[in-house]
């Protein structure tokens, strides 16, 4: 590695410093930057020699400048034409710097790194320190402080997110499609600038190499679906990797549509990657998207609620088993799979699908009602329980409760879907999520004693305080839940009026108009 120019003392604090030091102990200042700015002013070349902490060094036609001695002259690359030479056709042979310094007097508005639009970044950089007619470049230059400049990859932002701490920030506009579908994001929503360069989540200084790990202190950067949210008008969804695993197998997928007369629809699939098969993340991800693009595109055609959940479920199953086709053999694992819990809210009915043990409960807003489970484990534990060979507490507590008896992928026994129609006396959120959310409010009576008061008018809140609920409790596997407000009969548009209303509330199967009870299809 070169060796850094001998400076005894910091240009902008005087602090003494030794040779080798990259930054002042005290200010912080650059003082490799500052060192070739000096040597600049000497006729002496900077050092170079590569990156300096991960820096790659850039053309930028700022002149130098090193703390309160330097002059305010110009630069040479700020005479006339300098600012279209040093963007487009700068000498290839001539000097460079990891960062541009700015005159005593005019520091260098950020910009953005110089890669594969250089005549861009240059002539930018050169227009605020050339001192032109260029109103821009001369506002820059008056009354700013002196010294030498920031490097925006080494300044403080703003600490990662806590999931376990609840936002409830408002969502970004999602695209309207011509058939009324809204589709969802699966990140969350930001605000403010974006960074200039990815910035470290841990010390929040470093940039981000290409492996994905601090340039700064090693930290291993998260990946973008270890921790996601969303939220529609209707709907809310939050997903995060846990606390245990290295990646986040879980997957959601949810939208809004309106039915052929019109009357709004939600729609919210979530799955949960088998671990022991391949690509198990790859698997919830296009299930989930199957899933709910198969529900979006049959409402608008009018398909009764549980044919349109049964049709989804099988789309999904499809999309896995394509997956498997593309995925070389390995006779230590299972071809990909997955779990899938889908619901569909509308029309004064809910709507619930299922293959495997993710589920879907009912917490009424009325908390002296009672709340329901919507969905039947396809588990060992469920079997015992409902053989009658043991009791809930001690299905559950077997080693093997959570080995699921039916799924997703190419090497299940055969695809049985279960559908279910409910029919609910008043207002309420449906929950629908993983087994890394319900692991830790297993009864109806203990999820809705989790579940917020305020959900059904701040489901994102919702959302967010179940993901961290599950973490707080120990978080050993990822954690995934949709929750979707549901306004109850009265509310709901067109519940029981129009021949289209009847027919889906007489042709749900097993609806018997108790609202509680749970019907398996």
Known sequence: MPQLDQMSACPRCEEPVEEGDRFCGACGTDLHAARAAAAAFDGTPPPSGGPVNGARPRQDGAAPASGP???ASPSP????GGAGQQGRGADPAAPQEDFPLAPAAAPVPQQAPATGAAGAAGAAGTAGTAGTADTAGTAGTAGAPSGPPRDPRREPQAAPRDPRTVHDEPAAPHPEHSDGTVEESVSAPLSGPEPLWPRCVACGTGAIDDDGYCEHCGHKQPRERDHMETALETVAAASDRGLRHHRNEDFYAVAEARTGEGAPVTIAVVCDGVSSATRPDEASAVAARAARDALALAVPRGSGPQDAMHEALVAASEAVDELAADTPPDPARNAPACTIVGALAGEGMLTVGWVGDSRAYWVPHDRTEQPSRLTEDDSWAAQMVAAG????????ADARAHAITGWLGADSYEL?????????HGPGVVVVCTDGLWNYAESAQDMAAA????????PLMAAQHLVGYALDGGGHDNVTVAVVPFPGPAAAPQQTDGAAGAA??????????TGGAEHAG
């Open 504 to 513: 889906r509330v007489d042709g749900a199967a097993g609806a018997d108009g």
């Open 389 to 396: 060979l043991m009791n809930e507490a001690e299905a559950y």
């Open 451 to 458: 579940v917020p008061e305020a959900a059904l008018s701040r």
């Open 416 to 424: 049985d879907p279960h559908t279910a129609t409910f029919a609910p």
């Open 69 to 71: 001695e330097a002059p």
């Open 77 to 80: 690359a700020a005479s006339p």
